[in-house]
Nanobody
Framework: QVQLVESGGGSVQAGGSLRLSCVIS????????MGWFRQAPGKEREGVAT????????YYADSVKGRFTISQDNAKNTMYLQMNSLKPEDTAMYYC????????????????????WGQGTQVTVSS
């Protein structure tokens, strides 16, 4: 079992920044890929950024490239999402997740490839 707890969400104005954190506990060695996803009301959950734990390869949704950065601190079992230049369309509930079987690159941002999920943290960006 793997447990994930997100923090760092909040309300900011457009152009502002937030850093989300995800503390991972339990059978952490089974997490071969980790990621951040988001879901706005009435919309499907979408992949934002993911990272392979071995090698550190990162992948981003086109909508956040150049603005968001995913990173991991293995010593702290923590994953981060630095979000800069936030836009109102970034408003959503943000979730962190881990995958035991590393997804192929074509599925690395697909929520169905991930096994364990946190409860989510709300990000609201006002114009």
């Amino acid at each position: 079992q793997v447990q994930l707890v997100e923090s760092g969400g909040g309300s900011v104005q457009a152009g502002g920044s937030l850093r989300l954190s995800c503390v991972i506990s339990g059978y952490t060695s089974s997490s071969n890929c980790m990621g951040w996803f988001r879901q706005a009301p009435g919309k499907e959950r979408e992949g934002v950024a993911t990272i392979y734990t071995s090698g550190g390869g990162t992948y981003y949704a086109d909508s956040v490239k150049g603005r968001f950065t995913i990173s991991q601190d293995n010593a702290k079992n923590t994953m981060y999402l630095q979000m800069n230049s936030l836009k109102p369309e970034d408003t959503a509930m943000y979730y962190c997740a881990t995958a035991h079987l590393p997804p192929s690159i074509s599925r690395v941002l697909w929520f169905g490839a991930y096994d364990y999920w946190g409860q989510g943290t709300q990000v609201t960006v006002s114009s």
